[in-house]
């Protein structure tokens, strides 16, 4: 079992709807959770992060963390064409000045919002 | 201010071959990170260089190395390729050391394709 596993998709839904991106983790040493997003030939930029279990809200997106079920979700409301790339999660268990070292990262889900 | 720059931007090369991958951060960072990109696997970490010094390996055979130069831009090398080893190679540069998420930003990557 992979330690990040997250749905490849591809996602479609139409413009305007909800959409739901989800991980599940299996090691319970995660306590740092980001989620990213790539477009089509460029690298993943950081759209998200939170410590702690709950929603934490930007914008149109909303990040939660059950830690207690090692289950993330990143929800987007009012979804737009140009959400559409894929989003990978990734968690780090958050030691000390390293913590980056640790990284894991999810496949990633494409998403396409059709207009 | 420039992005991340990646040379090039797609490979193609024959097993055995080496490859030499260049990354240019943006101005006044000096921590470079190197990733491996693939469908099957995500996202997973190559090195981190900060002041020329390598700081963190992952897990990955002795035939992926790398190096930092003076000015900050990084190569990294792979030596007598394998199949496996077609990906997208992104490259990420912060101005402090540790690859905190927040602060590190991606190249757009250069596509290998081993044949």
């Known amino acids: 079992q992979k330690e990040v596993e997250q749905d490849p998709g591809p996602l479609s839904v139409p413009e305007g709807a909800i959409v739901s991106l989800n991980c599940t983790y299996s090691?319970?040493?995660?306590?740092?959770f980001m989620w990213y997003r790539q477009y089509s030939r460029k690298g993943p930029e950081l759209l998200m992060y939170t410590y702690s279990s709950g929603n934490k809200e930007d914008g149109r997106f909303t990040a939660q963390v059950d830690k207690s079920s090692k289950y993330i979700s990143l929800f987007i409301r009012d979804s737009q064409p140009s959400d559409s790339a894929t989003y990978l999660c990734?968690?780090?268990?958050?030691?000390?000045?390293?913590?980056?070292?640790?990284?894991?990262f999810g496949p990633g889900t494409r998403l396409s919002v059709l207009p | 201010k420039a992005g991340v720059t990646q040379t090039p931007r797609y490979l193609i090369k024959t097993r055995g071959q080496q490859v030499t991958l260049s990354c240019s951060p943006i101005s006044g960072h000096r921590s470079v990170s190197w990733y491996q990109q693939t469908p099957g696997q995500g996202l997973q970490f190559l090195f981190e260089?900060?002041?020329?010094?390598?700081?963190n390996k992952g897990n990955f055979p002795g035939r992926f190395s790398g190096r930092q130069f003076s000015n900050s831009r990084s190569e990294m090398n792979v030596s007598t390729l394998e199949l496996g080893d077609s990906a997208l190679y992104l490259c990420a540069s912060s101005r402090v050391a540790g690859r905190h998420p927040e602060a590190q930003y991606f190249g757009p990557g250069t596509r290998l394709l081993v044949l």
């Open positions: 090691n319970s040493a995660f306590q740092y």
């Open positions: 990734a968690m780090s268990p958050l030691t000390g000045d390293n913590y980056g070292q640790n990284f894991v």
């Open positions: 260089y900060f002041s020329e010094t390598q700081r």
